[in-house]
C-alpha cells in the first residue's frame, strides 16, 4: 500500500519538475507521514469501535478490521459487548415467559428491561471515555473470551 503512495508521489513529483533530490525527499516524506495514523487517531478508532460494538456493529468492525482486532482496548469493550448481548437475549426470552404473569410478571420485565439499559448505556459511556471497566453484575463472564 505504502509503495502504491510512494509511486503516485514520485509521479506527480516528476509532473512538477521537482529536480532536486533534496526537495523529493522532503515531499515524499511529507506525504507518506500523512497517509500513518497517529496514535490519537487510533485511540479515537478504537474508542468508535468500543462504543459501537454495544450496538453489534463494533463486534462486526472487530472482526471485519485486522488493526482492531490487535487493539486490545477494543478486544475488551467488544468481550463485554458480546457479553451484554448474550444478557439481552436471555432478558428477552426470560420476558416472553413473564409476560404470563399478570403484575409481577409485567413489573420484573420492566426492572429487567432497566436494567439492560443501564448497562448498555454505562458499557457505551466506558468506551467513548477510553477507560477499561467492567460492566456491573455481568462483566466478569467476558475474561472467559479470547479475543
Known sequence: MVFSKQKLVEQSLIKR???SNIDKGRLLNMALKKTKLSK??????????????YLLFGIIWFFMDEKMRNDKFAAF???????FLI?????????????I????????MAVLQIV????FVYGVVMALTGQKKEL????????????
Open 77 to 83: 469493550h467488544v468481550g463485554q459487548a458480546i457479553v
Open 101 to 108: 404473569i399478570p403484575f409481577f410478571g409485567i413489573f420484573t
Open 17 to 19: 519538475k521537482v529536480k
Open 87 to 99: 444478557t439481552a437475549a436471555a432478558v428477552n426470552i426470560l420476558n416472553s415467559v413473564l409476560w
Open 40 to 53: 490519537r487517531q487510533k485511540l479515537e478508532q478504537s474508542k468508535a469501535c468500543g462504543a459501537l460494538s
Open 116 to 119: 439492560l439499559l443501564v448497562l
Open 136 to 147: 456491573p453484575l455481568i462483566g466478569h463472564f467476558a475474561r472467559q473470551f479470547r479475543l
